[in-house]
């Protein structure tokens, strides 16, 4: 426990003028580097969630939060079961899905596709927020219509414009466990834009009955989508409806779907963080070397305290308190800057370039032309911890070996 004299004295040789201006100095940019660890680390952890929040808002515009498929990829009835996943309470819209995947072609061009059969009606409530069309509408999917709405990226490697049309190379299962190629016809009646690569240069969107018909499905589906109101609660969502329905029924979600890109962020957040650790662990050094030097000018002093009674522990607290201050100081500091900096960062980065004559992400080159930025107060606390317990942490070294100081030795020649 800390007594007043400690605290007293502690906060007085922190603001006591001393022989030289150095100590003063690297006093100040301690304090100076400790909030500008802080800071940046929030601002750089408060952003990069941000792109995190955009990655997951443009898979999702294209896809759902989660789905059921029947075994083999076949799910009969498909109505019933739409009728159960939508009346869960977790569930916002449900919508059927036939998927398939293949080449299209249009003159010499061949690609890759992967092809989603939806039912308008449906997939209106269950894209949330509504498919991104440059051209055309989702009306033009009718049964029989033999209509395909492509990606911007893939129509334009295609050359296609609206009308034209295209063949698709579809593999069909056999009776004899082979796939048989089947060639179709469609015609593109429009063109979306998710701002995601994958989705933007290999999507098509078709009727879901004339997908079913290419696969030869009849009236089955390949699976029911379901798009929950809290998208953090779609894998449980999709785990109670698994076991509500029971029998040979498979379940799957956003975060299985896409698991690599979340990880890859996570990763990035990671070593961003231990990167941009380092500054406030030098900050924290040259707190460490601030203490020592003060340490060294007043060692006659401490040679005092200890002949008045004051024991080594409460020497200890002496210089921790001074460290403490210090480093908490800049924690304080830096923490406020950083929040106030990732607040506006829509508004900062615009200034900046405008300013500075130059774009950040230009959109010729980047799907995201703004930086995006999304506060966390978990992030906030974590980061303030932690910068807590290295500055005081910094502290000891100094402070013992103040503690260390011979009375006799240090008085001897005074």
């Known amino acids: 426990m800390i007594n007043p004299v400690e605290l007293f004295?502690?906060?007085?040789?922190?603001?006591?003028?001393?022989?030289?201006r150095f100590v003063s100095f690297i006093t100040l940019i301690s304090l100076a580097g400790v909030a500008l660890g802080v800071a940046a680390l929030i601002v750089?952890?408060?952003?990069?969630?941000?792109?995190?929040?955009?990655?997951?808002?443009?898979?999702?515009?294209?896809?759902a939060h989660g789905q059921i498929t029947g075994a083999d990829g076949r799910t009969q009835n498909w109505r019933d079961l739409l009728s159960e996943v939508a009346a869960h309470p977790g569930v916002a819209a449900a919508a059927p899905l036939v998927q398939m995947e293949g080449m299209i072609q249009s003159g010499r061009e061949?690609?890759?596709?992967?092809?989603?059969?939806?039912?308008?009606?449906?997939?209106?409530?269950?894209?949330?927020p509504p498919i991104n069309l440059?051209?055309?509408?989702?009306?033009?999917?009718?049964?029989?219509?033999?209509?395909?709405?492509?990606?911007?990226?893939?129509?334009?490697?295609?050359?296609?414009?609206l009308g034209d049309g295209v063949v698709m190379l579809i593999p069909r299962p056999a009776s004899d466990d082979t796939l048989q190629p089947v060639l179709e016809r469609f015609t593109l009646s429009g063109v979306f834009e998710a701002g995601l690569q994958e989705h933007d240069a290999s999507l098509a969107l078709i009727n879901a009955s004339d997908a079913a018909a290419v696969l030869g499905l009849g009236d089955e589906r390949s699976a029911v989508r379901f798009r929950a109101h809290d998208v953090m609660s779609a894998p449980l969502i999709a785990a109670e409806l698994r076991a509500q329905i029971g029998g040979d029924i498979d379940s799957s979600d956003w975060t299985v779907e896409n698991a690599s890109?979340?990880?890859?962020?996570?990763i990035e957040k990671m070593m961003m963080s231990l990167i941009l650790s380092l500054i406030i662990a030098v900050a924290a050094f040259n707190i460490v070397a601030s203490l020592v030097m003060v340490v060294t000018d007043k060692t006659n002093d401490i040679a005092v305290l200890r002949t008045l009674g004051m024991r080594p522990a409460g020497v200890v607290k002496v210089f921790f308190i001074q460290g403490a201050v210090?480093?908490?100081?800049?924690?304080?500091?830096?923490?406020?800057?950083?929040v106030v900096l990732a607040i506006n960062v829509p508004v900062i980065v615009p200034f900046l370039e405008q300013?500075?004559?130059?774009?950040?992400?230009?959109?010729?080159?980047?799907?995201?032309?703004?930086?995006?930025?999304?506060?966390e107060s978990a992030d906030v606390t974590t980061i303030a911890i932690a910068a807590f317990l290295l500055t005081s942490l910094a502290t000891l070294y100094p402070a013992r070996r103040a503690a260390h100081v011979n009375p006799a030795v240090a008085l001897r020649y005074e």
């Open 9 to 20: 004295v502690g906060l007085r040789y922190l603001r006591a003028k001393r022989r030289t």
């Open 110 to 128: 061949l690609r890759a596709v992967l092809a989603h059969g939806v039912e308008p009606e449906f997939e209106k409530t269950l894209s949330e």
């Open 326 to 338: 210090i480093g908490w100081a800049g924690v304080f500091i830096g923490v406020a800057l950083g």
């Open 134 to 161: 440059l051209e055309g509408s989702l009306d033009s999917l009718q049964p029989g219509s033999r209509n395909v709405i492509l990606g911007r990226l893939l129509a334009i490697d295609l050359g296609l414009y």
């Open 355 to 375: 300013t500075l004559g130059f774009q950040i992400m230009p959109g010729d080159v980047f799907y995201v032309t703004q930086i995006p930025s999304e506060l």
């Open 44 to 63: 750089i952890l408060s952003v990069m969630n941000g792109f995190e929040g955009e990655l997951r808002t443009r898979l999702l515009s294209m896809s």
């Open 261 to 266: 890109y979340f990880r890859a962020i996570r």
